[in-house]
């Protein structure tokens, strides 16, 4: 059986709930959207800073990772990461970035830059 689940991260203070959909809690405080801010086509993926102030997000439909400063908040930086970029795992020197339907990982820097060994399959 599927549940229907509702998701919301509030900026800037990232607040994150997850909840069952059905009658609200009459335990859990209201959350309220603190921003919108548009990245791009098809958001998937999303990773933190250790800060929290910044966002990484992957945009499938635009093949690139934004990177959004959350105190803005406004996108700062595209990195070009592969045609379908799906998620990201943050690595000691930068990004390994999966596919959508495809077996490449691009490996970038912490900059968005790619790597000498930038695609594995």
Known sequence: ?????????????????????????????????GATIEVGAAPHGIRFSTDGDTAYVALSGDGQIAVVDLTGPAV???????DTPLDLVRLDDGWLVSQFRDSTLIRLDAVGQPLPDATHT
């Open 1 to 33: 059986m599927r549940i229907p689940v509702s998701f919301l991260a509030a900026a800037p203070a990232l607040a994150w709930a997850c909840a069952e959909s059905g009658p609200p809690s009459e335990s859990a405080p209201p959350f309220h959207i």
């Open 76 to 82: 700062v930086a595209r990195w070009d990461a592969g």
